[in-house]
Every structure is written in C-alpha cells, then in structure tokens.
C-alpha cells in the first residue's frame, strides 16, 4: 500500500507558479499517480493523472522522474481561485480497482494571495 | 448527466438513531465509494464496492454498513449513531479512466 507524504500547508501571491511535490517512495509497477483538488464544502475535483515523465492538460502538469518515487504538481500563474487542498494519490484505479488504494492523507493546503 | 448524487445534505441525529445515506450516480460507473471527512482531515475511506453485488470494507468501516443496491446507488448505514460519526461524508464512483467523481457531500451532526 503506497503511503503518500506532502507539505501540509504552501503560499503563494496571484500569477506565480506553484509547484507541489508529493513522495511516494512505496510505488508499485502498476500504480498510477493522480492529483486531486477540493474547495471548501466541496468534494474532491480530479487535475490530473500520470505514470512517468510528464503529463500537461489546460489546467496542470504532472512531473515524475524515472525512479517514480516523488512526483511534482505545477500550477502555472495560480489566481486566487486555486487556493484549495491539494491530494496526491497513489495506487491504480484502472477499470475499478482501487479499494483501499485509496489513500488521500490530509493534503497539501495551498494559499494564494493578492 | 446529474453524476454523482447525494441525499440529503445535512442531517442531525441523536445518538442512538439509526439512518441511511443514500448516493447515486448516471455514469454507468462500476465501482463507487463511501468516505468520510473530518474537520481538517483528509478524506478516509469507509466502504467500497468494486461492482455491482459486492462491497468491500476501507480504512474505518466500524459503525457503517453498506449496500450496493444496483450498478447506480450505493446506500452507507448507520445503526446507531455515535457523536465521533459526526462529519462530512462523501460518495464517490469511477469507471474504467480511473478519474473518481464525488458528490456534494453530507453533513452529519450526531449530538
């Protein structure tokens, strides 16, 4: 069972780019590494999923280095919008099989402001 | 498309009382999740059902119960509440891509 370590808490002023590294020194060969964001009073909201090197949508990109054993969330030009708890996940979800793969630990709570 | 669909939102009970939350969601997912969060807390797997017919237990299962009534609802039981079940609880389900959908959440106060 992956175990995940990441800062607790990060701060950041409006239009930097925020980088959240996540440790997840247990990583088995099939698991996959999957970001998720949550607002107050909201449930989690996926960002972004990958296995190696580097994955980008429109709103992050995910990297991690061929040992897979940490991996880096990068938010390019954060806005006040984005300050949320950030989950790093560890474990694969492929076809259904999580279970109790599914560790979300306390997050990493990311504070932009103005 | 509603995804994925809690009831209700909130919820008082006694200790003692019994209740039943009820999830459902429209994405033709096969495995759905029930989490709990507590106050400055990460989210904490109670129940899980990989497919329609089976349930497996999480992290903190004790004081729940579960059923996977049908491939779109999930129902999380409590038998007798106790105020450490006060929190906020999630459901969740995913399919095949892995990306998990949650719900709105209930609030549950147990005084």
């Not at chain 1, 054993?69 to 790093?88: E, I, N, Q």
């Not at chain 2, 039943?20 to 106050?39: G, K």
Request: charged share 15%.
């Amino acid at each position: 069972l992956a175990k995940t370590t990441q800062p607790i808490s990060m701060d950041s002023y409006e239009g930097q780019e925020v980088n959240i590294t996540c440790s997840h020194n247990n990583i088995a060969t099939n698991d996959y590494i999957t970001w998720y964001q949550q607002f107050p009073s909201q449930g989690p909201r996926f960002i972004i999923q990958g296995y190696k090197t580097k994955v980008t949508n429109e709103v992050a990109s995910l990297f991690i280095p061929a040992d897979r054993k940490s991996s880096t969330l990068s938010l390019p030009r954060v806005s006040l919008s984005d300050t949320a708890v950030y989950y790093c996940l560890v474990g694969d979800m492929r076809g259904g099989q999580a279970g109790t793969a599914l560790i979300f630990g306390k997050g990493t709570t990311l504070s932009v402001s103005s | 498309n509603a995804g994925v669909t809690q009831t209700p939102k909130f919820q008082v009970l006694k200790t003692g009382q019994s209740m039943t939350l009820q999830c459902a969601q429209d994405m033709n997912h096969n495995s759905m999740y029930w989490y709990r969060q507590d106050p400055g807390m990460g989210l904490r797997l109670i129940y899980y059902s990989a497919s329609e017919g089976t349930t497996d237990k999480g992290e903190v299962p004790n004081g729940y119960n579960v059923s996977r009534l049908n491939k779109r609802e999930f129902s999380l039981r409590l038998e007798s509440a106790a105020p450490s079940q006060t929190s906020v609880y999630f459901c969740a389900s995913n399919g095949q891509d892995a990306e998990q959908y949650f719900g709105p959440g209930t609030r549950l106060t147990v005084t």
